[in-house]
Structure formats: structure tokens, C-alpha cells
């Protein structure tokens, strides 16, 4: 049975990323599952910077969770990093943690 996830939200809709967050968020603030990871990759990444609601219910997970990953690659390119580091996101390459996180035995979720 898998009891522990990882949210990857890429999308730039808004009504689907703040879906993704709003089940993170939930799943970990009722007990639903065990563990939850969330990273947030490229397009998501902007979307956080500019959706209040969205950026509300990452920030929220962070406060019952652990810290969410953003992808360090892109948000370089789009010139996001520092921004993103602000707001309390931990930035790095997340190749290596997603494919640690699956071996570990967490089931991928991608918004």
C-alpha cells in the first residue's frame, strides 16, 4: 500500500496547480497519508510568484508539512531563484530528489 506521496505540480493553470497544493495540503493536515512531498516545476514555479491563492496554499503546506522543492534549473533560466528562495521554497536540482523520493517508495501525483 502506498501511504507516503510526492506532489509534482508543472502546470501553469492555475485551477489545477491550487488543486494539487489544496490535496498536499489536506492530505498531510487530516492525516490521509503518512508523508507528503511537493515540488514545484518550471511553469508552477511562475504561477507561485503570481497567484496569491496559489502561493496561499503552498505556504500553508509548508506550515504543516516540510518545505516544498522548487526545480533550481529552470527557475534559473526564468531569473525566479531568489524570488522563489524568499518566499520560504527550498531551490535545487530535483531530478535527484524525485527519483530518491520514488525509490523510497513514494508514488508520484503530477499535476
Sequence with gaps: MHDRIIVI????????????AMYALNAMKHGW???VKLVLFGPAEL???????????VIQFMHVAKTPLACR?????????????DLGLDVQFVGAPISEAIREGYL????
Design 9 to 20: 505540480i508543472a502546470t501553469a493553470e492555475a485551477a489545477k496547480a491550487r488543486t494539487g
Design 33 to 35: 497519508l503518512a508523508d
Design 47 to 57: 504561477l507561485f510568484l503570481d497567484d496569491p491563492e496559489f502561493q496561499d496554499l
Design 73 to 85: 534549473y529552470l527557475s534559473d533560466r526564468q531569473g525566479s531563484s531568489e524570488r522563489l528562495r
Design 108 to 111: 508520484p501525483m503530477v499535476w
